[in-house]
């Protein structure tokens, strides 16, 4: 059964209210953290290509990519979950993992699936809640997310579909 059913939250997909690339997050985690989703990102068989200042280079340890001087370009991993869903990766502290999710990829159901069982794997992983907000968001108002004691995607209920 899905986490989510579409028709419930497909609001929270609309690129012209939630801006299309919303802001999702890990927070509280370290570089034991981040090596574990770069674990996870091979042992699933995701499609990845990680780069420094647009230059493709092999995927370091975190703890490698973590310790770059502070003027040095962001580094980037893009995962593929399927070939029609990217996630992008950015490495700016060991605090907080940071990616976003393109919401013209995720329309329906079938893609909302992927979107779930992406962060569902990274939650579960980690033991941690994985956050999405709108692009932009302070991640104070998420409006969905991995809920590690529900085991699931979750959205939170105090959040209502705007009145039409």
Not at 10 to 39: H, I, Y
Not at 74 to 102: G, M, N, Q, S
């Amino acid at each position: 059964m899905a986490d989510l059913r579409w028709d419930d939250v497909k609001w929270f997909f609309d690129p012209v209210e939630m801006g299309s690339l919303p802001d999702v997050c890990v927070p509280d985690t370290s570089v034991e953290n981040r090596q574990a989703v770069l674990g996870l990102v091979r042992e699933q068989g995701w499609a990845f290509r990680y780069s420094e200042g647009g230059t493709v280079l092999p995927l370091p340890r975190a703890e490698t990519v973590l310790s770059r001087p502070a003027d040095a370009e962001c580094p980037e991993l893009r995962v593929w979950p399927t070939a029609d869903v990217l996630a992008i990766f950015r490495f700016y502290a060991a605090e907080k993992i940071d990616f976003d999710v393109d919401l013209r990829e995720l329309q329906g159901q079938e893609r909302l699936d992927v979107l779930c069982g992406f962060l569902t794997a990274i939650g579960r992983r980690l033991g941690k809640p994985v956050l999405m907000d709108s692009e932009g968001g302070d991640g104070s108002r998420p409006v969905l997310g991995f809920d590690v004691a529900a085991d699931r995607v979750v959205a939170p209920a105090e959040y209502e579909p705007p009145l039409t």
